[in-house]
T-cell receptor
């Protein structure tokens, strides 16, 4: 079973920040938070990951709460091409046998 | 060329037929995976392979088999296709130390 909870859908206006929440209240100390997205039946695409510090890359920012029980993916200036399903996944990075387990994700609609 | 290539992109087959979906990668990764996605749902793991001699069942392996012909090639077979195997199939790769998976573009399979 997926160890994360995400809202089924969200929307935001183009050019605005999109803030996608994820609850992972049972996360353990060696588990990382990963985010992927899937644009209209294409293969999922890696976005970002983090352990406990906030992370930023060219695609997004990841804010993880101090207790690590929840996180937020931020797309700072959403575009229409960011419309996709976003998956939050927790995985123990150092577990070499781990397989990605996808939940239902959040369907983000970016409005013109 | 794509890092992970799946063939065919689309396939319609009849109930009872044997069909093979192929996946090849240029990432040089040891680990390869087959996932299935049904409409509106997340991805479910069918089989995975950590190297040429290591094949493992995932969540939903019944009715499927795989072959790891080389580090770069991982094929999924449906021995006797049935309509509820109609789905979108994704191949993915990962390095043992990677922070992200790379997915192919998918094969849309319809069993009639």
């Amino acid at each position: 079973d997926a160890k994360t909870t995400q809202p089924p859908s969200m929307d935001c206006a183009e050019g605005r920040a999109a803030n996608l929440p994820c609850n992972h209240s049972t996360i353990s100390g060696n588990e990382y938070v990963y985010w992927y997205r899937q644009i209209h039946s294409q293969g999922p695409q890696y976005i970002i990951h983090g352990l406990k510090n906030n992370e930023t890359n060219e695609m997004a920012s990841l804010i993880i709460t101090e207790d690590r029980k929840s996180s937020t993916l931020i797309l700072p200036h959403a575009t229409l091409r960011d419309t996709a399903v976003y998956y939050c996944i927790v995985r123990p990075r150092m577990d070499s046998s781990y397989k990605l387990i996808f939940g239902s994700g959040t369907r983000l609609l970016v409005r013109p | 060329d794509a890092d992970v290539t799946q063939t065919p992109r689309n396939r319609i087959t009849k109930t009872g037929k044997r069909i093979m979906l192929e996946c090849s990668q240029t990432k040089g990764h040891d680990r390869m995976y087959w996932y299935r996605q049904d409409p509106g749902l997340g991805l479910r793991l069918i089989y995975y392979s950590f190297d040429v001699k290591d094949i493992n069942k995932g969540e939903i392996s019944d009715g499927y088999s795989v072959s790891r012909q080389a580090q770069a090639k991982f094929s999924l077979s449906l021995e006797s296709a049935i309509p509820n195997q109609t789905a979108l199939y994704f191949c993915a790769t990962s390095d043992k130390d990677t922070y992200g998976y790379t997915f192919g573009s998918g094969t849309r399979l319809t069993v009639v």
